[in-house]
């Protein structure tokens, strides 16, 4: 069960289909990496399924999906291969709440996940007794004010009980210049150690991210089985945990989160062993 | 989104399948609760498909699935409706580990679930450099010697940084006279504790629990959906905790874990909350 | 070891010293309860110490000893007498630290505790390497940019790992309504997950808080012992505990953060039991 | 505030009392290291106090201090100079408990803290209703039956309610050949996740450990100051933390839990600095 150092190219070659994760695998903050299109595409023409995995729900599948663009060759990903978190935040509020207002903390554009359940999106800030929500949802580490609206979010939960979904289970995410930002769910966090409760957390790690990418494939895949699936990450507690447990193989990548100097300590630490390691999907 | 307390026949109409917990609702700790079988072959032959989801991995399903027996009409469950998380333990062996040595704390019993994935179980107690486990799964509480063995097995995981997997995330379960044990899942709380890592963990509430259950559901009956399905357990953590977060409705029974005096305060504080509250099933 | 219901007054007899929590026994977040001041001179005058043993680190001790005025007699409360969690922080910082700058998060009045220390004060949004801070200091929730410098902090100790002092344990405060607001201990929460450490955090439950006032106690009166000591607070799991710990005796008073209705159940889910249970010092 | 790397007996030169940790710095779990009586003569004949401060409650100070003697000139440390965190324990239940039963997890040795403070001890095992037990005090990992008896216990808090004390706050210990056993801290803690309740706990990191060394210190040198005193630990999470947040000077030493490869990494990890550095205290 430990990992051999392979390329990605030969490893790649014994699936059917691929699994990314988008932050530190395809991308990072600012843009998708290059040579990314076209390895995707090479990927696709060699008659791979590929999905990208990830807990970004900070905009619908549909604009995630834009960042993949080939120079020629056009958008080299479906909306429908895009597989966020946020989208099993809408199943659940299409499921369980059904209608009237849910408020938000993200920006507009994540407020999308809540149309998408045919629910009416209410930024905390504006929140009033009136709407009387019946969820509230944290999207987004962007388009809030910290001090003011997660002091009201704080106080309007212990006030009313009202179900707390986090639709973005990271703590923080990687930007440029190996700095972070807090992300969503690393606020959710504080929120529930402040509440004394655990909130609904929809993710990587949860092999459900994972379960729902997979039900596309098998949708028109019916004869594939998770020895098919090969999922890629750059890390070990969200992309590797999680498909490690949902029983699909597993490639640690050394591009994003996890370092080259330090991937050894960290498996070792973690105990969360990937199948694979390999620098980056591009060598 | 507020429960309202019901009775459970008047709910169960109107659902086409329903999932069950076993402890505290089906059974306690000593034998099934009078009337269960009649109930069980009643929701049947009104048509409705039953499953049991439970986190008892003490046995395999076809023994689990021996205590539900009707007086006059024999067994009332087949084994293929008991989901345990052994199950998804054991579907995490074959996928991941594929063969070899598989030491474990148990009963002799719950090694079925090592077996059952093609491996070697051993015992903590006989295991020896020579064996090189791929992994040590946590699957009951009895059966070996707890100051001995629980030692034995952080010591060896320090040391050879052995994957572990715990195959019931409970962390106790109801005895009689309002006593509890603590499950093997609290004792593996104590081993992440001490060891600085988080295990692999089965089990309710996880929803990967429900997603078993309910894709056996559609292999069968691929019309049913989500909306199809009520899950009924006596514990908000994870009976309600993880059906909620699956996307099917959720009753509360008064005859385990909760009861009539603190599942108002509980359901509150959790902020789990269930779309029905019975006392019992058999009410 | 239960707590017997009583008044105050009768309690407070038996006691040579009396240490006061501040907030929801003396005061609430808006202005000291009616009748305090007469109370605390009361005490005083029939021979009793008194002290004010707080978290709030927002100003210093003499600015806090203000708040309490009798309106024909003046100040009642001495500034050596308000023991804040701010003051085992500048202890830290003069005996560890020595010189140079510390950064901070908090109100420039609050800043009072790192010059009190002999150090140079910069606030995180001004922070630039040259200053080189030989700590971060969390002091109040108020006085900077949630977003902008929370995120610095993290990424400022992520890459030079700055030790970071947390001045005030309180993970909220009670503000009017029954509204809290997050204490700068539940930033350094957030901040402590992100960043996987545990910071270095002055205040109740730690017995130290009690123990540097009861040095202060011992150095006029040094027959005194710790039975002669009753604490005073509203909260089970920063007052209670922490005296309890120490070994004084204690009395939870119902005026701030524990209700009439729930302190019975509270006390029972938490095991943190005082001696004496009032509904306020005043009555 | 980086720690620099030098020789003991160069560090010791400049403080007028030495703190020790016993296990790790001192001597491990089958005897004292070599040289180790007869560096503690050298340094108390040079006119330095010197303390054994230590989370070990199996004994009394008397017989932990036994373990230190010089060939030709006998015993080398006197009782008093042996802090144990089982002395907080026993003046926690003196001054808290005052009469009747208090049960016990240890051996019959530990039980002594519990005599010393004028109680009755009763071990689990043998605990019954007519006991009516005012606490329980975990005392140490061995003397009991792990299953029967941490079962017995949990139920019983569930039951009674009873205040649990943590007597030794270390949740593992060394062993020979770099094992580890599990100390009865870490079973608190299984019994703390069981309950939902934190026990009160007694033991570095807790400052207090350092303040009753201290106030001891001063009674017979009132004019030392906290200037005057070294710490020395092998781990940095109890020893180093509890000493740095008291406000003393600290030593790091790599003869123990913290090896010479990885103490870098364990610093910065931790964010946990020692003032100096030194391989052991014998070199």
Chains 1, 2, 3, 4 share one sequence.
Not at 248 to 266: I, K, M, P, Y
Request: hydrophobic share 45%; aromatic share 10%.
């Amino acid at each position: 069960m430990f990992p051999s150092f392979t390329s990605f190219e030969e490893i790649a070659d014994n699936y059917r289909a691929i699994f990314f994760d988008a932050f530190g695998v395809l991308k990072n903050s600012e843009r998708v990496f290059e040579g990314v299109p076209q390895l995707m595409l090479a990927l696709q023409d060699a008659g791979k399924e590929i999905f990208v995995v990830t807990n970004d729900s900070s905009k619908s599948p549909s604009r995630l999906a834009q960042a993949y663009v080939h120079p020629d060759r056009g958008p080299v990903v479906k909306s429908d291969r895009v597989i966020s978190s946020g989208l099993l935040a809408r199943d659940f509020l299409a499921h369980k709440v059904r209608k009237g207002w849910v408020a938000y903390l993200g920006t507009e554009a994540s407020a999308y996940y809540i149309e998408a359940a045919g629910l009416s999106p209410v930024p905390v800030s504006e929140l009033r007794e009136e709407h009387a929500p019946k969820a509230l949802v944290l999207l987004d580490d962007e388009g809030f004010d910290w001090f003011a609206d997660i002091n009201k979010a704080v106080n309007w939960v212990r006030r009313y009980n009202t179900p707390v979904v986090i639709a973005n289970a990271d703590l923080e995410y990687p930007k440029k210049d190996a700095e972070v930002g807090i992300a969503i769910g690393g606020v959710g966090k504080l929120m529930e150690h402040l509440l004394r409760k655990t909130f609904i957390r929809f993710g990587k790690p949860d092999p459900m991210m994972f379960s729902f990418a997979f039900r596309q494939l098998m949708h028109e895949h019916p004869d594939y089985s998770l020895r098919d699936v090969l999922m890629v990450g750059d890390t070990l507690e969200t992309d590797i945990r999680g498909a490690n447990a949902f029983g699909v193989d597993t490639a640690l990548v050394l591009s994003g989160n996890t370092s080259a100097e330090q991937f050894e300590v960290a498996i070792r630490a973690s105990g969360i062993i990937p199948d694979f390691v390999c620098e980056s999907i591009l060598t």
